[in-house]
Structures are given as structure tokens and as C-alpha cells.
């Protein structure tokens, strides 16, 4: 019999216990053994609850005990989910994990103690909810160097801009919306500014380099700037606009980016909409692919934490895959990078063509109808470091958005 703890017991946790309850022989069959839930480690009580059995107070009872083979750390957060994590490891118990804060933090570090006690340190539902994307990318695509992972890894701001978008509401109503059905926190920093989707593509960035990315590192944009004027010019381009986090990889370079962008209507992610996500890969080898699905949420996460602890069982004393390395990797400077440019501004087109085109180079133009006293054009791929040249001659006047290759 394989033991397993899970450390908390709030939406993630609750959610697998219940999948455990649903698919429980399916799960022994796959592992190869019995797997069952010994432990729950919360600071509360649920006397209503038929977890209550299971509940401990005291993670030093986990942590001590030889029959739990595999901690799933469901807490969220650094501390005390580090410190758990890390004695876990040391005591020779695989660890399943979504806490995303956590591996971008210190996944290398945690990677290498889990290779030094041949245990493993899993968190696929880190990145893509109950969307299967790690485990493609370290065991499916092994065969190809990947070029670019690009990505609507954020529920929460996935809804608001498409409500934004298709119902003309704007961003506090959206955002007031979000919050009472739930999809955003009270507090949704995290979630407008960019924050999550960072951390998400610096895990997909480290897998794919094999090297510590620091998230910090990532030029991170929310969408707290984006407006309903913006969604109509969009409309009168045939796009869209979407927060994507990005990864492109050119030789050894890899560039990483999150930040709302002007997305075509062919594009393969123009379409996901609502608080889904998907994840568009391209390979050298394997071309164009795309992952969609429910990108959160209580049992798509629970669903990919319960086929970590599967894989845990069955190579519970052996490490199946070290990720990436403590080696840091320099990202591309984001002054380097390539791209082309919406810009609105205010005024009359003909009053700036001439100064717009001295600065910013060819241009095209854009009307948005309904929007006196402002228009919009287009630049051709120039480096960030140069549009943030050009846009600079134009003091406080324009708002820009980015535009998807």
C-alpha cells in the first residue's frame, strides 16, 4: 500500500480527496498498488466532514511517518509550503504539488534534492490547471527542440477580456463581475497585474532551457490598462485582444514576455474565450500544437494533482525526470526583441503623419468609428528598445498595445 498526505485542505485539497473517492480503483489499477490518503494536515477542525478521520494538526507526525511514500502540497504560497516541501524531499517522500509560486521560486533547488534522494518533485497542475502540458513537453516532445510556447494562462483575466470584448463592459465592471461569480480573489493583483501567467511561463521556460528562468526576470504586463476603445479598434482590424504569456526560443536565446497582445482572428488562440486556457506550442519537428482546457478551478486541478501522485507510485523510488538545472539562464534584453506595435493617440492622423513616420518609420493608420479626436496605426516589426525611442518623442499621448507575430 502506498501512504500519501496532502498538506491543506481548502479548495485544491477538498478537490482531491474527492477525486480520490471517485476514481479510486482507477488509481490503484494505474499505479500498480493501493494508494490511500493516510493524512490531511490543516490547522482546522471539519467535524461534518468525513475527512475529519484523516485531519492532523501537526506536520512533524507526516513528515516522521515511513508509511506515507508521497506529500501532496496543495497550500499554495512559500512558507511554511517551502519548508515542508524541502523536509519532505530529504526524507525520502516523493512530492506532488500546484503551487506555482513555489516551483517558479525554487524548483531548481527543490528538483535537485528530490535527484539526490532518487524521489520525485511533480507539478504538472502547476501551470495549466487540469490542462496536460508538462508531461507533453518532458515525455511526448523530448524528440523536438521547442521554438515557442505562447499561452492564455489566466482564467480570471481570460474572462474579463472577452467580456470586454464581446459585451462592450468595461474593466471594473468586468473585474466586479469576475469576482461575484467567483473566477476572481477579493484581492486579484495576482491575476490582472500578470503575476500568475509570469510565473507559469518561467516554469515552461526552464523546462524547455533546462535552466533556472527567474520569473522576476520576465517583463510582466497586466491588463489593468486595456480599455473598451481598445476592443473596438481590435474589431476593426479582425482581432482580438488576449494577456499571453510568451516564450520564443532563437538559437540559444529565449525571449519571454507577458503582456496583453493584439492577436489576429486565425490565430489558433483567438478563439478561447471565457476562463479557459490553452497553451499553442511549436516544435522544430513536430510543427504547431495546442493544449486547451480548464485552465483552474477546483477539480481540473484536483484531476492533475491525482495523475502526479499516479506517476509518483509507480517510480516512487526513482526520479523519472530533473526538469532543469540551478544554472541560471540571462533572458534576451526585451529592448532586443522584435515585434510590431498598435498605438493609439490622440489628435487627427494628418496633424502627426509626418512626425509618427520620422519617429516610428512606415506606418499604417487606423479609424475607429465612434472615437473623435483619436486615432490608431500599426507599426512595422522594430525592436522594443527603439519603439520605446520613437514613443518617447510623443511624451504622455499614445497607449500601446503589442501585436502577435
Not at 297 to 314: C, F, L, N, Q, R
Request: hydrophobic share 40%.
Amino acid at each position: 500500500m502506498i501512504g500519501v498526505a496532502v498538506l491543506g485542505y481548502g479548495t485544491v485539497g477538498s478537490g482531491v480527496v474527492e477525486v480520490f473517492r471517485m476514481n479510486q480503483e482507477k488509481m490503484d489499477r494505474c499505479a500498480g498498488d493501493q494508494v490511500r490518503i493516510k493524512y490531511v494536515l490543516d490547522l482546522r477542525d471539519f467535524p461534518e466532514d468525513p475527512v475529519q478521520d484523516l485531519i492532523v494538526h501537526d506536520f512533524e507526525k507526516i513528515v516522521s511517518d515511513d508509511s506515507v511514500d508521497i506529500v501532496v502540497e496543495v497550500m499554495g504560497g512559500l512558507e511554511p509550503a517551502y519548508t515542508y516541501v524541502r523536509r519532505s524531499l530529504e526524507a525520502g517522500k516523493n512530492v506532488v504539488t500546484s503551487n506555482k509560486a513555489l516551483v517558479a521560486a525554487h524548483g531548481a533547488e527543490l528538483l535537485k534534492i528530490a535527484q539526490e534522494h532518487n524521489v520525485n518533485y511533480l507539478f504538472e497542475a502547476s501551470v495549466g490547471g487540469g490542462i496536460p502540458i508538462i508531461r507533453p513537453l518532458v515525455a511526448s516532445l523530448t524528440a523536438d527542440e521547442i521554438e515557442e510556447i505562447t499561452g492564455i494562462l489566466n482564467g480570471t483575466t481570460n474572462y474579463m477580456m472577452t467580456k470586454m470584448f464581446y459585451e462592450g463592459a468595461d474593466y471594473d465592471a468586468v473585474l466586479k463581475e469576475a469576482q461575484d461569480n467567483g473566477f476572481a480573489e477579493r484581492n486579484p493583483e495576482a491575476d490582472v497585474e500578470g503575476m500568475d501567467a509570469c510565473r507559469k511561463i518561467a516554469i515552461l521556460s526552464s523546462i524547455v532551457s533546462g535552466k533556472q528562468v527567474d520569473f522576476r526576470e520576465i517583463y510582466t504586463e497586466g491588463i489593468t490598462k486595456i480599455t473598451v476603445p481598445d476592443m473596438r479598434y481590435a474589431k476593426k482590424m479582425n482581432a482580438v485582444i488576449k494577456l499571453l504569456a510568451e516564450m520564443k526560443r532563437d538559437g540559444k536565446k529565449i525571449e519571454a514576455i507577458v503582456a496583453p497582445f493584439l492577436l489576429p482572428s486565425e490565430h489558433p488562440l483567438a478563439s478561447v474565450n471565457g476562463v479557459f486556457n490553452a497553451i499553442f506550442v511549436h516544435g522544430n519537428a513536430l510543427g504547431d500544437a495546442m493544449f486547451y482546457g480548464s485552465g483552474a478551478g477546483k477539480m481540473p486541478t484536483a484531476s492533475a494533482v491525482a495523475a502526479d501522485i499516479v506517476e509518483a507510485a509507480k517510480y516512487r523510488s526513482q526520479t523519472i525526470c530533473e526538469y532543469w538545472t540551478e544554472e541560471h539562464l540571462e533572458l534576451e534584453s526585451q529592448k532586443d526583441v522584435r515585434r510590431k506595435f498598435f498605438v493609439r493617440m490622440s489628435g487627427k492622423a494628418e496633424d502627426y503623419a509626418e512626425r509618427i513616420q520620422n519617429a516610428f518609420g512606415s506606418v499604417t493608420f487606423i479609424n475607429a468609428e465612434g472615437y473623435d479626436g483619436e486615432f490608431g496605426f500599426i507599426t512595422e516589426v522594430m525592436k522594443e528598445g527603439e519603439y520605446e525611442a520613437a514613443a518617447a518623442k510623443f511624451e504622455n499621448m499614445i497607449h500601446m498595445i503589442r501585436v502577435a507575430s
